[in-house]
């Protein structure tokens, strides 16, 4: 491994990494525009132009590979007067609009011309105008002036979406991006070339003029939009989400997510149940609790456990599955039946997008293990009208592949539907008592994706209204029907609790599965035995009569 | 009178037909070449010290050397063809009078390197060229000098003309790659150079039209033969095309090493009556200025650069005492302003900079701190850039400000150009403020 050194720090670092990279490791940071991680290096803004001994000349970083005994600079005095020449180049022909830029405040070209330019400019005549406010997509505004053709949008579409609609038109300083003639930037993952745009030249349409980024506070969070489980910024201002941002992780999304994904983030704030509701009519947290657990009990009494629906919800955190299924054993009793409700499924391809439209669909099997016993909630509304179900407890408003409408009609005809959800959807109407849930916005917990893997996401703001996490709500009502067993003073003890039962589950799990292979190995080998004997009985059968020829 | 070589067809009454080729000795090289050892050919070409006419002036066999030779791949040639750089108009010649002699030399290269295709890249607008060739590749085909198995020894090679749509930039060997590939013409970064990755992802060489019409001549009377013919390290004689107020513009052939003031007084018929000389500009507009007193600086890459500026593409300019400096530099980084190709930072923005700025002070808006900040910009953008685009106005910029100070200082200080009493800045600027 070749060793480098760098402002007089020495490193080892991989053969083949650029001198960008390896200065990194070395713990300098070489400013840079075109240069991105994930996409190929053009070594077109030069940047990151840094002093190389023994090169003639500056060598941009980003795409000269480090060599044994390399010994680089970058920050000698030669080194800063490029840097400070680079971006006084830039600023030649920017229109300098940043009080009403988007970017402003995360934007690289202000940082860097903080750090290394600040003087003012020495361009006096006219400078060359470009599209402005251009409309490159339906969710994408281009701003020629602010573009410093560092080309991140252009490779993006041809390496990571793979649908290239962008290019660069013209030359010299007239050049801009554009789209090839008849398109427009209008790919699944079109607002990545925002994030990687460094300055605002690629603006998001949803985004514009909404709110200066230095207002916003960032969380780290999930995209419920699908079962990739995307790693998001969750940015909000005063209680409410602006805006999701991708947020780097190589084992589910790298540094990117799709655009239907990032613009759920709406879902969080439009149609919001946000206090209990008793036949339509508003009530509180006190006595509506005190009335629901009245009504489950004379249902219990009058028809069985087994009259009970509770319909989970695939797009509720683990915790909160995991309270319901306490709820379900404790309260309502082993009989009453389960059901599995979600989102239904929609587009899929073959990068982050996937046909499962809920972000834990694999909690609900890891908090129960096996899903043996929980029916799909579209065979709900056949048993409410056979009459087998008398009461129902939901999760949310979908009812996956099932037919909403025959759900819905089904629904009316239940003497007792309480809905716990989010939103009221056309469910409101029909609910006998509503309780309000709050949004992953408004609280932690966890996420299992697709791949399995268990993911973390925090709390951004306070709920909204009366709102309460689903696991919450589970343990008041259960308090109110005078069950004291249920009763967690923080999430942090319920996930104790929960990794405790999952991970009892997921042996006893193991220990099945290994004492049904065993059998079906003792099984084969006394098989096998047995046709062993078997084909020795009849080979010895022919040979004897051959054995007896030749005397 | 010196024998002639690049320039012996020229006076030939249609040389540019085979028939005629032939009967005075053309493609004659080509079974000398087949029945040497390839080899020995590089060696020659080394002998020869034979230096790219391009501008770069790169020793020809050493690239030769550097393409791989036993990789199966496909591998290119490219003749540069794209001459488009003011001031240089001497490939065009050989393509227009003498076209089956860059033929000629491109099957010998072709034959010593492994080359299967070649391409001719030939800037748009020389249509009479670009006819020329095809016109004389068709000849060659026939002829059995082109296509398959040529001269029955089993060696293939086909060469096409491909018309430049027309870009300075293109003249560039990568920027002519990306161009011959279809693409928007912006220079690659370097390396991989050509010889590695170039055409199509193939090992490419890429050669100017004087470069390889002067192989033939190098075969037939061997690599010390054309070495002797120049001065150290720059080999034979080569083509110099003579421009500005001279009695008699043109392209005339003359051994390396030769003076400017020979080629001035020699060729040129030295300077039109009534016009003195007050610069030159040795070979093509990239290079630096140079005063007359630097007129006895021979025509070679060395020399030149111990003059102060380059060999070039050895196409001189020769302005006299009417010409505006000032002006001439203005024309000049317009020229480079509107050919980059806009990739990369220093030179997409500091080519218009510098144009805008010094075009205000040739209009007599100037200020007295703008001739340091254009040192700066050129300083800025010079070995910064991707390609040498950016160089090829930075240099020339930057040395006419250092030749003629007095000059700039003169219009800012007037604030109008001496050159043309009748127009100043000022009353211009009455004009705006009472409006
Ligand atoms: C901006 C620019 C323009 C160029 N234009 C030409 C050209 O028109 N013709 C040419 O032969 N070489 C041109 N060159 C030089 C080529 O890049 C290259 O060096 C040359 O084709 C190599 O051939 P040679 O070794 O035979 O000289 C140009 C270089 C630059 C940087
Ligand atoms: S729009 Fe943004 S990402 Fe695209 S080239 Fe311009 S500055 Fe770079
Ligand atoms: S130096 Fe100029 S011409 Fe060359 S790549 Fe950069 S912008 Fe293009
Ligand atoms: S980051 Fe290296 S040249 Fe742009």
Not at chain 2, 350 to 362: D, L, Q
Not at chain 2, 400 to 424: A, G, L, N, S, V
Request: charged share 25%; with cysteine; hydrophobic share 35%.
């Amino acid at each position: 491994m070749p060793m480098v050194t760098i402002n007089g720090v020495e490193v080892e670092v991989e053969k083949d990494v650029s001198i960008l990279e390896a200065a990194a490791q070395a713990g300098f940071d070489v400013p840079h525009f075109c240069y991105h991680p994930a996409l190929s290096a053009p070594a077109n803004c030069r940047m990151c132009l840094v002093e190389v001994e023994r090169a003639p000349k500056l060598l941009p970083a980003c795409y000269n590979p480090v060599s044994d005994g390399m010994v680089v600079q970058t920050e000698s005095e030669q080194v800063v007067r490029a840097r400070k020449a680079v971006l006084e180049f830039i600023l030649v022909n920017h229109p300098v609009d940043c009080p009403i830029c988007d970017k402003a405040g995360e934007c690289k070209l202000q940082d860097y011309y903080f750090a290394y330019d600040a003087q003012e400019s020495r361009m006096r005549a006219e400078k060359q105008h470009k599209v402005k406010a251009y409309p490159i997509g339906p969710r994408v505004v281009y701003d020629g002036e602010r573009c410093i053709l560092c080309t991140r949008c252009i490779r993006f579409c041809e390496e990571i979406s793979g649908t290239s609609e962008l290019t660069l038109a013209d030359r010299g300083d007239k050049i801009e991006v554009r789209t090839f003639p008849g398109q427009e930037l209008d790919n699944d993952y079109s607002l990545c070339t925002v994030d990687v745009c460094p300055v605002g030249a690629l603006t998001s349409r949803d985004f514009r003029f909404k709110c200066r980024v230095w207002l916003l506070t960032s969380t780290e969070s999930i995209c419920t939009g699908c079962s990739q489980g995307c790693n998001i910024h969750l940015d909000h201002f005063r209680n409410e989400t602006q805006r999701y941002r991708p947020r780097y992780n190589s084992e589910v999304n790298d540094y990117w997510m799709c655009d239907d994904g990032r613009l759920t983030y709406k879902n969080l704030h439009t149609d919001r149940l946000l206090s209990p509701q008793h036949n339509g009519a508003t009530d509180n947290w006190h006595t509506l609790t005190k009335s629901v657990a009245a009504k489950l009990e004379k249902q219990i009494k009058a028809h069985g456990e087994e009259s009970i629906a509770l319909v989970l919800s695939a797009q509720a955190a683990c915790e909160d599955i995991f309270l319901a299924k306490l709820f379900h054993e404790e309260i309502l009793g082993k009989k009453a039946q389960l059901y599995i409700a979600g989102k239904p499924s929609g587009k899929h391809d073959d990068f982050l997008i996937n046909a499962d439209k809920n972000p834990n669909r694999r909690g609900i099997e890891a908090v129960f293990a096996k899903l043996d016993g929980i029916k799909d909630v579209a065979t709900l509304a056949g048993d409410i009208t056979a009459g087998t179900i008398k009461t129902v407890y939901m999760m949310g408003t979908e009812f996956g592949e099932g037919d909403r409408s025959e759900a819905v009609a089904a629904l009316k005809k239940c003497e007792l539907f309480i809905l716990q959800s989010t939103q009221g959807a056309d469910l409101l109407d029909v609910a006998h008592i509503a309780l309000p849930a709050c949004t992953h916005a408004e609280k932690e917990g966890t996420f299992v994706n697709e791949e399995g893997i268990a993911q973390p996401f925090y709390k951004a703001y306070e709920p909204h209204g009366d709102s309460l996490p689903d696991w919450q709500i589970f343990m008041r009502i259960a308090k109110a029907m005078g069950k004291s067993t249920l009763n967690f003073t923080f999430l942090s003890k319920v996930q104790d609790r929960m990794f405790e039962a999952t991970e009892l589950l997921r042996k006893a799990e193991e220990e099945a599965a290994a004492a049904a292979k065993k059998a079906a190995e003792e099984a084969a080998a006394k098989k096998a035995e047995e046709e062993a004997k078997k084909a020795e009985e009849s080979a010895a059968a022919t040979e004897e009569p051959q054995d007896s020829t030749p005397s | 009178m010196e024998e002639k070589f690049l320039s012996r067809n020229f006076e030939i009454e249609k040389a540019y037909n085979l028939d005629i080729f032939e009967e005075h000795g053309g493609y004659s090289t080509l079974s000398k070449a087949f029945s040497m050892d390839t080899d020995t050919i590089i060696s020659e070409m080394k002998k020869s010290n034979l230096r790219g006419r391009g501008g770069a002036g790169f020793p020809t066999g050493v690239k030769w050397s550097f393409m791989p030779r036993d990789s199966d791949k496909e591998k290119y040639l490219v003749i540069n063809a794209d001459e488009g750089e003011p001031g240089t108009f001497k490939d065009r010649y050989i393509m227009e009078l003498d076209p089956h002699r860059l033929i000629e030399g491109c099957v010998i290269t072709a034959y010593t390197l492994g080359l299967r295709t070649g391409y001719i890249f030939v800037r748009g607008e020389l249509q009479h060229a670009i006819r020329r060739l095809e016109r004389a590749i068709k000849q060659a085909y026939e002829k059995g000098h082109l296509g398959k198995n040529i001269h029955g020894k089993g060696f293939d090679f086909d060469l096409y003309v491909h018309s430049s749509a027309g870009a300075y930039i293109c003249g560039e060997e990568t920027g002519l790659i990306e161009g011959l590939e279809g693409k928007p013409g912006q220079p690659r970064m370097k390396p991989p150079f050509p010889a590695i990755v170039g055409v199509f992802g193939h090992p490419t060489l890429v050669n100017n039209v004087e470069t390889i019409a002067s192989v033939p001549f190098i075969i037939e009377r061997g690599g010390d033969f054309w070495a002797s013919l120049g001065i150290e390290k720059n080999g034979g004689p080569k083509l110099f095309g003579l421009s500005g107020m001279i009695k008699k513009p043109g392209v005339y052939e003359a051994p390396c090493g030769i003076t400017v003031r020979e080629l001035l007084e020699r060729f040129g018929g030295g300077m039109l009556d009534g016009s003195d000389l007050k610069a030159f500009i040795p070979g093509g507009s990239s290079c630096a200025i140079l005063k007359p007193d630097a007129l006895d600086a021979q025509m070679g890459i060395e020399t030149m650069r111990e003059a102060g500026s380059s060999m070039g593409t050895g196409c001189v300019t020769f302005i006299d005492h009417t010409t505006c400096m000032v002006r001439l530099a203005t024309r000049l980084a317009h020229f480079y302003h509107h050919e980059s190709c806009g990739q990369c930072t220093p030179c997409r923005e500091g080519t218009g900079w510098a144009y805008k700025v010094i075009n205000s002070i040739e209009a007599g808006r100037g200020r007295p701190e703008e001739l340091e900040l254009l040192l700066d910009i050129c300083d800025s953008i010079q070995g910064n850039t991707i390609c040498a685009h950016g160089d090829s106005l930075a240099i020339p910029v930057r040395s006419y400000i250092k030749t003629f100070t007095e000059e700039f200082e003169d219009h800012i200080k007037h604030q109008r150009c001496p050159f043309k009493p009748w127009r100043t800045g000022k009353s211009k600027s009455k004009v705006s403020s009472a409006a």
